[in-house]
């Protein structure tokens, strides 16, 4: 399974900066809105949500056959601690990873620099400045058949 992760920020929590061991180089991949939205729509979520899945056997049913999934993580800020709002996250297995890597992928960036030049700036204590080299982020706005409960592969509840 690989994920796509669309906040930087989350991203940088998750790979310290590009400092943790085996995540020192960091990529932005740009994707297809077509390729990001058949993801969405079949996706399933991460975990069992009451009243979204009819009981905890027929969620296990759908993650096995779905072949993507969402998962919500708190948002973080500069210094990498937790917001009160979630961003998400989107694995990508079987039939997915296939059009991720063969259909979708539009062109891939090197960000390292810029992962470090922020962390540099937050580290001295200059937020605006670090603020300021942020790559542009607004929130998405998902199809409406986009449930995250696995809408088009019949696998919704």
Same mark, same amino acid.
């Not at 943790?20 to 399933?44: N, P, Y």
């Not at 059009?99 to 810029?114: G, I, N």
């Not at 400045?129 to 929130?139: D, G, Q």
């Given at each position: ?31 297809? +809105? %077509?390729?990001?939205?058949? =993801? $969405?729509?079949?996706?399933? *979520?991460?975990?069992?949500?009451? !009243?979204?899945?009819?009981? /905890? ?18 948002? +973080? %800020?500069?210094?990498?601690? =937790? $917001?009160?709002?979630?961003? *998400?996250?989107?694995?990508?297995? !079987?039939?997915?990873?296939? /059009? ?18 922020? +962390? ?38």
């Amino acid at each position: 399974m690989t994920w796509i992760k669309p906040s930087f920020l989350w991203m940088m929590y998750r790979c310290g900066w590009g400092e943790k061991a085996g995540q020192e180089t960091v990529l932005a991949v740009e994707i297809t +809105r %077509d390729g990001f939205e058949w =993801a $969405l729509e079949h996706a399933c *979520l991460s975990s069992y949500t009451h !009243g979204v899945h009819p009981d /905890r056997a027929t969620w296990q049913r759908q993650m096995r056959r779905a072949p993507a999934r969402v998962q919500w993580d708190p948002e +973080r %800020d500069l210094r990498l601690r =937790a $917001l009160p709002y979630r961003s *998400l996250q989107l694995g990508l297995t !079987g039939e997915a990873v296939r /059009r991720y890597a063969d259909e979708w992928t539009v062109a891939v960036r090197d960000v390292t620099p810029l992962a470090r030049a922020v +962390r540099a700036h937050v580290t001295g204590g200059d937020l605006d400045a670090a603020a300021r080299l942020l790559p542009t982020e607004r929130p998405y706005p998902a199809p409406p058949a986009a449930e995250f409960g696995c809408p088009s592969t019949g696998l919704a509840g």
